[in-house]
């Protein structure tokens, strides 16, 4: 195996056609210095292709949709030189011809800060089950400032997928105390501050939320209670519109923490009720967009209202939703779908589970015509899928970020909003 030192991936580097490979964990990648390294984040113009991805038999996809092609040229890196070059060794067997290592990541790269690097401008705010482990086990973590945590296991009326094992400390959350079952638009404020003072939950509380991929069935009555991680995207966002500084969540979800081997548990972690959330809600009231500003978006040249729907929605054959009769979309719109229905997000997820690196996203987005400079609105059905759309954007940085809560289901009910089927004609063009 080829294997470069710090100053030759320095020169090599220089070619625009060599594709830099970033095999550690996606957190680290994101910026979690998970080894103590002196800088964290990945190398500039490195793509995360994590290690423990070479178990899954989708191997050879997930490189192909990452774009990489056997014409490359490809420097591989990480933490482990064994894992590096095994993983170095698959691109090989997969019809790679120039493939190299570089071993010196974090004595020769991180080490350096006249070299290039970057990182996922809200990192924190996406936490691997590392981090977590710690905190449950020590109060103490790093990038955690406070002495005052509260971990909830999200669901959607579904209690027993909580008391079926969560991780130990986590107290369940129902996602129908934070939104409204009427019109599935977050609550109101009086609602939510008694909804976070019975969860335990101050202004300032740090919020850490997961929940359980269930593999969700669009034709089940209520597939939505199969989403937990989903629902806790959904109570995030709820919580930072009403004002929770400090609101995280367990990248990866349940399945992230069993993954790294920790302990579930079956015993119920008791609410500790508090009186005061100590300050008035909404504080962040710019996260969340109605109607009437989803009206005005649309007619201007500076926002965006983002479909994150998937495409068969979109030019309406199928509503998405057994509660939404209504098919089709919001004329003006944008459409950068997140999967292929309501609750598998393909295009904003890895396989497992773990939020998809961050410069794909933008990608996505970027080729939607969706850009940090816009006021950008996210939407779907009811909200949970703009929610997740709106907490990538934000973790990015993006300065002007919203959900659209009430989206379809709320335009649809209005007969004088006008809809839209089909494939539009800009797709012809």
Not at 111 to 139: C, F, I, K
Not at 285 to 297: H, L, S
Not at 327 to 353: F, M, Q, T, W
Request: aromatic share 12%; hydrophobic share 30%.
């Amino acid at each position: 195996m080829n294997k470069l030192s710090t100053d030759e991936l320095k020169d090599y580097l220089q070619d625009p056609k060599v594709n830099l490979i970033d095999t550690r964990p996606i957190d680290a990648y994101n910026g979690w210095r998970l080894r103590e390294e002196p800088r964290g984040g990945h190398i500039e113009g490195a793509r995360s292709l994590p290690y423990k991805w070479l178990s899954y038999i989708e191997w050879p996809e997930i490189v192909e949709k990452k774009g990489f092609r056997p014409d490359d040229a490809l420097v591989v890196y990480g933490y482990e030189p064994e894992q590096n070059e095994k993983v170095a060794s698959h691109f090989q067997r997969l019809g790679y011809r120039n493939v190299k290592v570089y071993h010196d990541f974090v004595s020769g790269w991180s080490a350096n800060p006249d070299l290039g690097m970057s990182r996922l401008e809200r990192y924190r705010h996406l936490v691997p089950p590392e981090w977590l482990d710690m905190l449950t086990q020590t109060g103490i973590a790093p990038e955690y400032d406070n002495d005052t945590y509260v971990l909830c296991h999200a669901h959607y009326q579904n209690k027993s997928d909580y008391d079926q094992g969560h991780i130990p400390g986590a107290i369940e959350i129902d996602t129908n105390s934070l939104e409204s079952q009427e019109t599935w638009n977050r609550r109101s404020p009086a609602e939510l501050k008694s909804a976070l003072e019975t969860h335990g939950i101050r202004h300032d509380t740090t919020v850490i939320l997961y929940g359980r991929f269930s593999y969700p069935d669009s034709k089940d009555p209520f597939p939505g209670s199969s989403s937990g991680h989903l629902a806790a995207m959904r109570c995030a966002f709820i919580m930072m519109y009403a004002g929770v500084k400090d609101v995280r969540i367990l990248n990866g979800g349940m399945q992230a923490w069993i993954d790294a081997g920790n302990d579930i548990t079956t015993e119920e972690t008791p609410k500790r009720r508090i009186t005061n959330f100590g300050a008035s809600i909404p504080q962040y009231p710019e996260y969340a967009v109605d109607i009437d500003e989803a009206k005005r978006m649309i007619a201007s040249p500076d926002a965006n209202l983002v479909c994150v729907r998937s495409r068969r929605e979109w030019i309406g054959e199928v509503s998405g939703y057994n509660y939404i009769e209504k098919k089709g979309r919001i004329p003006g719109a944008v459409l950068a779908y997140s999967g292929s229905d309501p609750y598998h997000l393909e295009n904003y997820r890895n396989l497992d589970h773990t939020t998809r690196e961050y410069h794909e996203l933008e990608k996505v987005w970027a080729d939607a015509g969706v850009t940090p400079d816009k006021h950008n609105a996210f939407y779907c059905g009811t909200g949970w899928r703009g929610s997740e759309a709106f907490l990538n954007a934000w973790r990015m940085g993006w300065p002007r970020v919203a959900v659209f809560d009430g989206g379809l289901f709320e335009w649809s009910n209005d007969e004088s909003n006008p809809f839209e089927t089909g494939i539009p004609e800009e797709a012809y063009a």
